[in-house]
Structures are given as structure tokens and as C-alpha cells.
């Protein structure tokens, strides 16, 4: 079950404290808070996404340090379509095969 954000809302209407509340994604957001009765509202918060998944972290992990200390080879498109070693085993060029 998600973990809503909720704040309390003051008698000018402005946002007082903020708790969190655990409920089903198919149940109403609440209206006054289950333990005092004030009355809240359901705020947005920031959310909570794995860190693995991140752009940041994609780019880091697929970055040309750590696929070489991972032991992959890469090859970049160079002259005559012609692909050329930046690191890794294997040779240092792959020629494009001749066409039938």
C-alpha cells in the first residue's frame, strides 16, 4: 500500500502540519485526519524512486570506465565504416564485410 503525504489545514486555510498516512490506492483521499478529526488535505511529495534507476545512475554505470573495469569491448564507428577498438580484447579493427 502507498504512503500518502497529508497536512493539516488551519482555520485560514492555510497549510498547517504535515503527517504521513498509509492507505489503499483505491480508497478516498481523507478529509480529516483518523486520529483528531481536523481537517487535511492530501499534499504531492517529492517521490520515492529507486536511485538505480535514475538517469544519473544509467550513465555511470554504462560509462566506458566501467564497462572496460567490467571487461567488455567497445567499438566505435571510425573511417569507411570501419569499427575501431577504444577498449577491451579483440582486434583493433573490424572491417565492414564486402557486399554479395
Known amino acids: 500500500m502507498p504512503l500518502y503525504e497529508y497536512e493539516l489545514v488551519n482555520a485560514d486555510g492555510t497549510g498547517g502540519e504535515r503527517f504521513e ?4 490506492m ?6 480529516a485526519h483518523p486520529e483528531t478529526g481536523q481537517p487535511c488535505r492530501r499534499v504531492f511529495g ?5 536511485r538505480g534507476w ?9 560509462s566506458d570506465k566501467n564497462l572496460e573495469r567490467l571487461g567488455f569491448t567497445k ?21 565492414k564485410p564486402p557486399k554479395e
Open 21 to 24: 498516512w498509509m492507505q489503499r
Open 26 to 31: 483505491a480508497d478516498a483521499p481523507l478529509t
Open 46 to 50: 517529492v517521490p520515492n524512486a529507486p
Open 54 to 62: 535514475t538517469d544519473s545512475q544509467g550513465k555511470a554505470r554504462t
Open 75 to 95: 567499438y566505435v564507428r571510425g573511417d569507411g565504416g570501419k569499427l575501431q577498438k577504444r577498449f577491451g580484447k579483440g582486434p583493433d579493427v573490424i572491417k
